[in-house]
């Protein structure tokens, strides 16, 4: 039998098919070419995700190494979205502030649909009017007046925190940053956001905390649910009918289940604390402000907010401290030049008051000098909601852009040094040399960090407790090798910090 016909049939059929598929592999990236921006060539489906997010180099020394090619703007791919890189300060500073407007939302892969509802509702994920509705509604909980209410609740937990580090300075031992600093960061942010007194430095058995761990960390399954919806993102609501999303369903249904009855609660018992879920509650919108459509906020807007609150304030806050004190091990005069100012402010028996913090300058400049050097969210994003020009550079609508905060704090052009720790440079004398958007650990302009003042409290108090009584005598490891490429800026081995108590 003759089986010519079919055999052409069949390869016409494959070749169209591939055809297809990569035309779909490869459709939208011409996008930068035919705008003029330059940027490296991306592999079909991929685009440079798997350059980008490189193992063994990691985001950063990618971004270097195209920027030292192609310049402080260049365009690459995030499988088939369009990003703009942009290291250039004016550039920054349209996009963070000038022409906010085109650039309010944040990207996330998936467009932020991979998520459970409550999270989209969260000021970190909302997008636009809701954005705007929702930022002004929670800023009044973080002005200079609440946050000096949290003072008592924040002091007795670094008291704790000491108590902690000084026992095992007694002992020899030494501790694991992250673990005792992740605890402290996570009763501070219990009792501050929710009003719970958890307790994680001495009992690891509540729920919330096991939940709150489990929230908070990114592996290799979010890693692959991401690159998966990434090329196919018509996926997502297969992968929304499953529960499947970026952050674990159980942990966010406990959490959305816990604060929901913590509400409940709070309003059937007339409350005088001060928490930000408190806080949240009394909110009332100004019926003068034609923005604010709807009124108060509803019980789940305020319970997604404060869910934010702790995945937000956790792991940047414990990671801050970490390479803080992995530094002062390296830097003993800059240890004992913060612990005589704490001495001068505070003395021996003073209780650290809002005022007396601030008096610290040179602690807050050694706190700014670490943020700059390990910006926790490493990459700040934004996406365009319209087409727009940039440095003549035309950028569609729908565009995404990244901002890479390691990077620029790491940049010598902008700092000098970079690679060492020097909090002078953050002091009021020299301070005015920093081009304040090139200094982005808490990100820049409207949809800057809202926990900012509460997060920079809560590090110094941490430190003045911890430096009053102990002083830093060693870091390990030797040679701090960082990831970046799972989402923060992780060290590859624990740090773990050996102390002796101060005489
Ligand atoms: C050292 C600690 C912290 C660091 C380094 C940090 C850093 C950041 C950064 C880089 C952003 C994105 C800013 C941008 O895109 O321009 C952000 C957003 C945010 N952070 Fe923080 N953060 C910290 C602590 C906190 C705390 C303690 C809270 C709350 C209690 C908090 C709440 C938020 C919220 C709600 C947003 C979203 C703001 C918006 O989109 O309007 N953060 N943070």
């Known amino acids: 039998m003759d089986y010519g016909w079919e055999i052409q049939l069949y390869l016409l059929l494959f070749v169209c098919v591939a055809m297809f598929i990569y035309k779909y592999g490869t459709e939208s990236h011409k996008v930068w070419k035919s705008a003029g921006v330059p940027g490296p060539p991306p592999t079909p489906f991929f685009g440079n995700i798997h350059q980008l997010f490189n193992v063994e180099i990691g985001v950063r020394c990618s971004v270097k190494k195209w920027q030292e090619k ?35 939302d944040r990207f996330f892969v998936g467009e932020g649909k991979l998520q459970h509802s409550i999270i989209q509702k969260t000021l970190f994920f909302a997008q636009g009017h809701s954005w705007k509705r929702l930022r002004k509604m929670v800023n009044p909980a973080f002005t200079s007046g609440k946050l000096k209410l949290l003072m008592g609740y924040i002091n007795r937990t670094a008291g704790l925190l000491s108590e902690q580090l000084l026992d095992s300075a007694k002992k020899g031992t030494p501790v694991e940053a992250k673990t005792v600093f992740g605890a402290y960061a996570l009763d501070v942010i219990a009792g501050t956001a929710f009003g ?39 996926l997502i609501p297969v992968f929304r009918a499953f529960k499947i999303g970026y952050f674990r369903y159980k942990d966010v249904k406990f959490f959305r289940e816990t604060l929901l009855k913590l509400i409940s609660e ?12 408190q806080l949240l509650m009394d909110v009332e919108a100004d019926p003068s402000d034609g923005d604010v459509l709807c009124q108060k906020l509803s019980d789940e807007e305020v319970a997604a907010q404060c869910l934010l609150f702790m ?45 007396s913090c601030l008096k610290m300058k040179y602690l807050e400049a050694a706190v700014e000098e670490i943020l700059r050097m ?17 440095n003549g550079m035309f950028i569609p609508a729908n565009s995404a852009v990244l901002i890479p905060a390691y990077n620029v704090g790491r940049d010598p052009e902008f700092f000098h040094n970079p690679d060492t720790f020097i909090p002078e440079r953050f002091l009021e004398s020299s301070k005015h040399d920093i081009n304040p ?43 701090l090798e960082i990831e970046d490429y799972s989402g923060g800026l992780v060290s590859k081995i624990p740090v773990q910090l050996f102390m002796e108590v101060r005489s």
């Open 196 to 234: 719970l007194d958890i307790n994680s430095q001495n009992d690891l058995s509540n729920p919330l905390i096991q939940h709150a761990r489990s929230l908070t960390t990114i592996d290799k399954i979010v890693q692959l649910k991401l690159t998966i919806i990434g090329i196919f993102p018509s």
């Open 70 to 104: 192609y310049g402080r703007i260049f365009g690459i791919y995030f499988f088939h979205k369009p990003v703009l890189v942009v290291t250039d300060p004016e550039a920054m500073k349209r996009i963070f502030v000038k022409d906010f407007n085109i650039f309010v």
């Open 437 to 479: 958007v090139t200094f982005i650990p808490f990100g820049y302009g409207p949809r800057q960090c809202i926990g900012l003042r509460l997060a920079m409290m809560e590090l110094k108090i941490a430190i003045v407790h911890v430096l009053r009584r102990l002083r830093i005598s060693k870091a390990t490891p030797e040679v």
């Open 266 to 277: 709070k309003k059937h018992t007339k409350s005088e604390q001060s928490d930000l879920l």
């Open 374 to 390: 390990y910006p926790l969210l490493h990459t700040l994003t934004r996406n365009t909601v319209k087409e727009t020009t940039l």
């Open 311 to 355: 995945i937000a304030g956790y792991d940047a806050t414990s990671s801050a401290l970490q390479y803080f004190f992995y530094e002062l091990a390296r830097y003993p005069q800059i240890q004992e030049k913060i612990y005589s100012e704490v001495m001068s402010v505070l003395g021996e028996d003073e209780e650290l008051s809002y005022e």
